[in-house]
Structures are given as structure tokens and as C-alpha cells.
């Protein structure tokens, strides 16, 4: 039972415009959500995250936006830029086991010139 | 400042052994988490230790153990390897295990189980 879903394996952005990637989650307990990007040969690196008290958390050219209600996430990247081009995964988490992130499956971006 | 190690990078085993990999946190980090990655799951949630006790669990079977040394390094073992044991293993640490700063992962291991 997959509980966070990024139902887009692949997104195509030309340089400089805004690139959207979604996320659902299913789970009603989960409090806490982060954002990762995946290079190939590499570990995830944390980019953002946001806790269900807030809808909106901005980080320089990224911003996340959660709609608790919708049980729904989105990383936004404006302008993105070729160097953008990874897998982005989403996660989440519960209070009390905050360390356990549950991921999504990942999509993978590719920003062109 | 050193990221999170991981040794080795690349294993192969042969089915029924068993195998050990090591994850060495950042320097201050008191918490390590495993996480196993297959193209068809995803990253899955193994473990976490925090002050050399395991702090959560994840929902993999009892063949897959570890242990948090006093430095923090933490190690991983499988044993009875199976051909769907083949992955990418990542740790990554944090602080305190809490989610301010996210965790840091290493660049993983690859298991090849033939």
C-alpha cells in the first residue's frame, strides 16, 4: 500500500519556466513532509519541508504548498534551470516516529534548454 | 565538513550469505536511519538507531538487523541473502533525528545478490 504517491514518473521544463511536481499522501497522521532531490550515483539531498501547521514554506527558487484537506503536496521551482534535471522524491512523516520517512517513488525531471 | 560514508559502494553475494555494510554519519550526528531503494518500491524505511538503540522499525523481515556503535557509526546486516535483496542501501544521519534540517544521506551501497 503505497501511502505517498507521485503519480508523474517523468516531467519535461524548458529552462527558465516553472516546474510543478505533485504529491498525494493517503495517510491522515502523517504531520511532516520533505522533498528531495536524487542525482544518479548519489544519495538524496534534502531541498525543503514543511510542517501541516503551515500551507506555503519558500526557499529561494523553491517553494512547497500543502493542502491538508486535498491530502495533497507540490514542489514548485521557478525559473528551473538545467541543473535541476534529477529525481525528485517526496516524503512524509508522524509525530513519534519522525525519523521513519515514508517516500513517494520519484519523479524525475528534466529541465531543457 | 565529511558527508555521510557508506563502504562498501558495490557488493556482489551469492544467495543464503550473508552481508554486513557500514554507514559512518556526519561528525555530531546521533541519529542513522537505513533505507532500502528498488526500482519498483522505492526508498523503504528500515531502521534507525539514535544513541545506539534502534528507535523505529520499519516493516522489513528479522533477516535484516543492525547496530549503532558509541562513535555513531552504524553498521547493517543481512543474513540468508535472497535475489530480492539486490538494491541500493542508503543511510543518512541527523542531528537528533528530528526533520528541521532533513537527513543527510550517504551515496549508498549497491547489493547484487546472484
Known amino acids: 500500500d503505497q501511502q505517498v504517491k507521485q503519480n508523474s514518473p517523468s516531467l519535461s521544463v524548458q529552462e527558465g519556466r516553472i516546474s510543478i511536481l505533485n504529491c498525494d499522501y493517503t495517510?491522515?497522521?502523517?504531520?511532516?513532509f520533505l522533498w528531495y532531490k536524487k542525482y544518479p550515483a548519489e544519495g538524496p539531498t534534502f531541498l525543503i519541508s514543511?510542517?501541516?501547521?503551515?500551507d506555503k514554506n519558500e526557499d529561494g527558487r523553491f517553494t512547497v504548498f500543502l493542502n491538508k484537506s486535498a491530502k495533497h503536496l507540490s514542489l514548485h521551482i521557478v525559473p528551473s534551470q538545467p541543473g535541476d534535471s534529477a529525481v525528485y522524491f517526496c516524503?512524509?512523516?508522524?509525530?513519534?516516529?519522525?525519523?521513519?520517512?515514508?517516500f513517494g517513488t520519484g519523479t524525475r525531471l528534466q529541465v531543457t534548454l | 565538513k565529511a558527508g555521510v560514508t557508506q563502504t562498501p559502494r558495490y557488493l556482489i553475494k551469492t544467495r543464503g550469505q550473508q552481508v554486513t555494510l557500514s554507514c559512518s554519519p556526519i561528525?555530531?550526528?546521533?541519529?542513522v536511519s537505513w533505507y532500502q531503494q528498488t526500482p519498483g518500491q522505492g526508498l523503504q524505511f528500515l531502521f534507525e538507531?539514535?544513541?545506539?538503540?534502534?528507535?523505529n522499525k520499519g516493516n522489513f523481515p528479522g533477516r535484516f538487523s543492525g547496530r549503532q556503535f558509541s562513535n555513531s557509526r552504524s553498521e547493517m546486516n543481512v543474513s540468508t541473502l535472497e535475489l530480492g535483496d539486490s538494491a541500493l542501501y542508503l543511510c543518512?544521519?541527523?542531528?537528533?533525528?528530528?526533520?528541521?534540517?532533513?537527513?543527510?544521506f550517504g551515496s549508498g551501497t549497491r547489493l547484487t545478490v546472484v
Open positions: 543518512a544521519s541527523s542531528l537528533q533525528g528530528g526533520l528541521d534540517y532533513g537527513y543527510t
Open positions: 495517510n491522515s497522521m502523517f504531520d511532516y
Open positions: 514543511i510542517s501541516s501547521i503551515k
Open positions: 516524503a512524509a512523516s508522524e509525530t513519534g516516529t519522525a525519523s521513519k520517512l515514508t
Open positions: 561528525s555530531g550526528h546521533r541519529s
Open positions: 538507531y539514535f544513541s545506539e538503540t534502534q528507535r
